[in-house]
């Protein structure tokens, strides 16, 4: 069984196209539209928040069997909302 607290390359990569993709999807809609956020935002939003949930999900893997460290993959993503 493989390890929860691991990813390879080539997922990252996929996660981080299909957020890019996405981003530009809703950027797209949002430039025809002329409101204030548009293509470039909203892909450097997504795909922001993609690298940073990814680091704080796979980032400390080498700490997880450590008896003194907690791992807590949501402190990461409650900073990034709370700025």
């Known amino acids: 069984m493989a390890s929860p607290w691991y990813i390879g390359t080539p997922e990252m990569i996929i996660r ?3 957020s890019l993709l ?3 999807i809703v ?4 430039e025809v539209n002329r409101h ?6 909203n892909i450097l939003v ?4 993609t690298l940073i949930m990814l680091l704080s999900i796979y980032g400390f893997s080498n700490f997880v069997n450590e008896p003194t460290v ?3 993959p949501a402190r990461l993503a409650a900073q990034l909302l709370a700025e």
């Open 46 to 49: 997504c795909v922001g928040s």
């Open 16 to 18: 981080l196209v299909l």
């Open 70 to 72: 907690r791992t807590d």
């Open 36 to 41: 204030a956020a548009g293509l470039r935002t």
């Open 22 to 24: 996405l981003g530009g």
């Open 27 to 30: 950027g797209y809609e949002r």
